[in-house]
DNA sequence: CGGCCGATCAGCT
DNA sequence: GCTGATCGGCCGA
């Protein structure tokens, strides 16, 4: 039976915890009850206040982001090029800036209300293969931000099974999208799970 | 205040 | 491969 991730089971570092979410659920259920669901199948580590492509770099502590420095377990969730969501999963311990993305889904259930979120014609690949995709597909948005991963309702994690993320290859590779970070840029810092048609690129 | 920029995406060339 | 959309957040004046 589908179990849900434990406050232990997220306190951990970054690199550690992406690729620990790979072949898990994420698990969306809307205010009528609706049920969304997607396996995990891309996901990039933040791994604190040295790493420049991240918004805690420095230490930046501010409204929109002080959920990165809440305890592990917790949901960031940002809004960006103003029109967009992301969904992060915090690790660490508390006060520590450290977090994974989640970038790229395999639908499980609820495609056809995906569909009604994100457009008619999107074939199975495209509905949640991106962080912004993702969060349009299970109607992720700000105000799901700082929600207790552990407790909530509307927003969770269950455990995937046990083989699908022992069988499949994982990939590791630079972050996307990132600015001028320097070494940052190139840090392999993404995974995703090989030849999985779901992931972003 | 004003100005710049972004952990993206869709649509076009 | 390139670009416009679109606006909240942040920083500097």
Known sequence: MAKRLTRRWYATDA???????????????????????????????YIGAEDRASH?????RTPRNESMYAVPGTAY???????HHCFNVVCGKRDEPVAVLIRA???IEGLAHMRTHRGENIRDEGLCSGPARLCQALRIHRS???????????????????DAASIAEVGRGPRIGLGEVGRWRNAPLRWWIKANPHVSR
């Open 15 to 45: 690199e550690t915890l992406a690729i620990k979410l790979l072949g898990c659920t994420l698990v969306r259920v809307l205010d009528d009850a609706t049920r969304l669901s997607g396996r995990i199948v891309e996901t990039e580590a």
């Open 56 to 60: 805690a770099f420095g230490g930046r």
């Open 77 to 83: 969730v940002y809004f960006t090029y103003g029109m």
């Open 105 to 107: 889904l395999e639908p």
């Open 144 to 162: 799901l931000d700082r929600v207790d991963l552990t407790r909530s309702s509307s927003l969770f994690l269950e455990a995937g099974d046990a």
